[in-house]
């Protein structure tokens, strides 16, 4: 996923320090990317509904260096890609659709990957789409971005000992990408499993204090991750622990807290810490059924919110 990002930048042949949009509440890899390639990220506030880029906050963030917008479908659902291709449309730049959490998400019946110059896909192991190992992959609908990247991943050679540009080591192995080939043929059951169990928890968690995710007319979402918000999120987490359920934080430190990002992502963002200070993922897996769901609906159910344990 990483390296389709790289090279997903990289084959666009930028200025340095062109600035790329992405989300202010992304995974550090999105914006390790943009730095590896010499460029420099500028963070934009999401939409806490959705947990996506918010269009609406774009345009202000716009400089006369911009040059790629980098919207991340996160948790499963699909950024609204109208208003981003139109804005781009707008100042002429380049659209890279991080996808590595979106495989086979939607809007408006057009695919995660497909708005875009160019998708970049992670296969993760933990991915709906997953390898058994690291492995990911770019899709575009330009003849000459595609016939480029086939030289930058493979050492910048298409032709063995042959080195047209500048390249890297980034081919997938034989053997994830066999197992991958076979998997690929039950992604849409994979995810209407996933949707299946996603519209359970939406039905029947009803405890006071959790905002789930919303679901619209014009999404198809592939849950991911099921993602909900809590202000007293430790201890929820602390209190399901206790019952034998384990949850997960996607991701506790935004990427302007980090130590090694302090200095280059400067700015206050408070949507992104609203986030990630209150953000859990429930299990949800293709493994799961409504019957272990129910576990875990019943242990959110009996959940007694309390205000005073929120962390400050």
Known sequence: GLDALILGLKVLDLPHNSEVIVPSN??????????????????VEPDPKSFNLNPELIEEKITGKTRVILPVHLYGKC?????????????????????????????????AGSFGDIGAFSFYPTKNLGAIGDAGAITTNDDSIADKLTYLRNYGSKVKYHNEYIGYNSRLDEIQAGFLNVKLKSLDK??????????????????????????????????????ITCPSRDELKKYLEEKGIKTEIHY??????????????????????????????????????????SVVVDAINSYKYQPDLVLE
Request: charged share 25%.
């Open 26 to 43: 992304t995974y550090i890899a999105t914006i390790l990317a943009i730095v590896q390639c010499g460029m420099k990220p500028v963070l």
């Open 79 to 111: 950024c609204d890609m109208e208003s981003i291709m139109s804005i781009a449309k707008k100042y002429d730049l380049h659209v890279v659709e991080d996808c590595a959490q979106a495989h086979g998400a939607m809007y408006k019946e057009k695919k």
């Open 190 to 227: 994979i995810n209407e499993h996933k949707r299946k169990l996603g519209l359970f928890y939406l039905e029947n968690i009803k405890t006071k204090g959790i905002t789930l995710p919303q679901i619209e007319s014009d999404y198809y979402d592939v849950f991911h991750i099921f993602a």
């Open 252 to 293: 506790p430190v935004p990427p302007h807290k980090q130590v090694g990002y302090r200095k280059l992502l400067d700015g206050y963002f408070p949507k992104a810490e609203e986030i990630h200070n209150t953000q859990l993922s429930l299990p949800i897996s293709y493994m799961h059924t409504e019957e272990d769901l």
